[in-house]
């Protein structure tokens, strides 16, 4: 079914425009769906699969990821390498060590690990809570009844894992 909708008239002495609304049609039982302007010449209707409908509307949808599952597996050294480039373009003085499979700095440390990158911090009250150190991307995350010290495997390099790392050095830059 199409449906329509005429309007037109003055509003507050504004003129207004001709409004159509349409809604795709349902053409056949298989689920496959159309509007009025995917007719071909032959007068058959053109049907659009998921994939096309999913190329034709691809969005960010990272709030997403709220609910899906992680991996408990990453690459550790890409992801080390991606918290370095970050640390540094965040003025975080750190040392690294010889093999560069680790680096440590005031206020914390890092290290390549099997499963992922491994990264803790130690400070007075940390704004954190538990499920910071939960989300997904994160695995193995733990954090004291104190909140004086967390660790956690880093398993993805995102958004969620920039701002875990971006609000402790903010805090440690603007509190110790």
């Not at 373009?89 to 040392?95: I, K, P, R, S």
Request: aromatic letters at 10%.
């Amino acid at each position: 079914m199409m449906y329509s909708t005429n309007l037109s008239g003055t509003i507050f002495g504004l003129s207004c425009a001709c409004l159509v609304v349409s809604t795709p049609m349902r053409h056949n039982k298989e689920q496959s769906w159309s509007t009025p302007h995917d007719s071909m010449a032959n007068g058959k209707p053109r049907t659009r699969d998921l994939d096309h409908l999913m190329e034709q509307n691809s969005t960010e949808l990272d709030f997403l990821s709220a609910y899906g599952g992680s991996s408990s597996d990453g690459d550790g050294s890409a992801i080390f390498a991606a918290l370095r480039r970050f640390l540094k373009a965040g003025g975080v003085e750190f040392t690294l060590n010889k093999k560069e499979t680790s680096l440590t700095f005031d206020y914390g440390k890092a290290s390549i690990e099997s499963n992922g990158c491994l990264l803790s911090f130690k400070g007075k009250n940390l704004p954190l809570v538990a499920s910071d150190v939960q989300q997904v991307g994160f695995t193995q995350g733990s954090i004291t009844k104190t909140r004086s010290s967390c660790s956690v495997t880093m398993v993805e390099w995102g958004i969620e894992q920039r701002r875990f790392v971006e609000r402790l050095v903010e805090y440690f830059t603007h509190v110790e």
